[in-house]
C-alpha cells in the first residue's frame, strides 16, 4: 500500500485547509486509515481514523473542528480541518493499518504504512 498526503499550506488563525490521502495497492486490506501529526519537539499523535466501515474517531483537542471522511472511488481519506489554531501547526501524516485474514476469517498478518506527510502551518 503506498500513501499520497496533499494539501497542507500556510493559512491564518481560524482558516481551514483540506487534507488529502490518496491510497494506491492492495487497498482492499485497508482498514484504518488515520490522520497523525507531529509539532516541532513533539510526539506524533493521533488526529482522526475513519474505519472500512465509515466508523469515525478523533482526537479531544480537534473534536468540532476537523471532520474525516472517505471517498472510496477514489480511494482517498480526506481531512476537512477548520478553525484553525497557532497550535495545530505541525506536520500531518496519513496511516493505513491493513489486516489480511484466513479463508476462515482469523487474522494472519497486520501491516502500517505511512504517507510522506504535509505542513500545516497555522498563523496567528
Known amino acids: 500500500v503506498q500513501l499520497q498526503a496533499s494539501g497542507g499550506g500556510l493559512v491564518q488563525a481560524g482558516g481551514s485547509l483540506r487534507l488529502s490521502c490518496a491510497a494506491s495497492?492492495?487497498?482492499?486490506?485497508?482498514?484504518?486509515t488515520g490522520w497523525y501529526r507531529q509539532a516541532p519537539g513533539k510526539q506524533r499523535e493521533l488526529v482522526a481514523t475513519?474505519?472500512?466501515?465509515?466508523?469515525?474517531d478523533y482526537a479531544d483537542s480537534v473534536k468540532g473542528r476537523f471532520t474525516i471522511s472517505r471517498d472510496n472511488a477514489k480511494n482517498t481519506v480526506y481531512l476537512q480541518v477548520n478553525g484553525l489554531k497557532p497550535e495545530d501547526t505541525a506536520v500531518y501524516y496519513c496511516?493505513?493499518?491493513?489486516?489480511?485474514?484466513?479463508?476462515?476469517?482469523?487474522?494472519?498478518?497486520?501491516?502500517?504504512?505511512w504517507g510522506q506527510g504535509t505542513q500545516v502551518t497555522v498563523s496567528s
Open positions: 495497492g492492495k487497498i482492499f486490506s485497508i482498514k484504518v
Open positions: 496511516n493505513a493499518v491493513c489486516r489480511y485474514y484466513s479463508e476462515h476469517g482469523s487474522l494472519l498478518n497486520e501491516y502500517d504504512y
Open positions: 475513519i474505519t472500512s466501515g465509515g466508523d469515525t
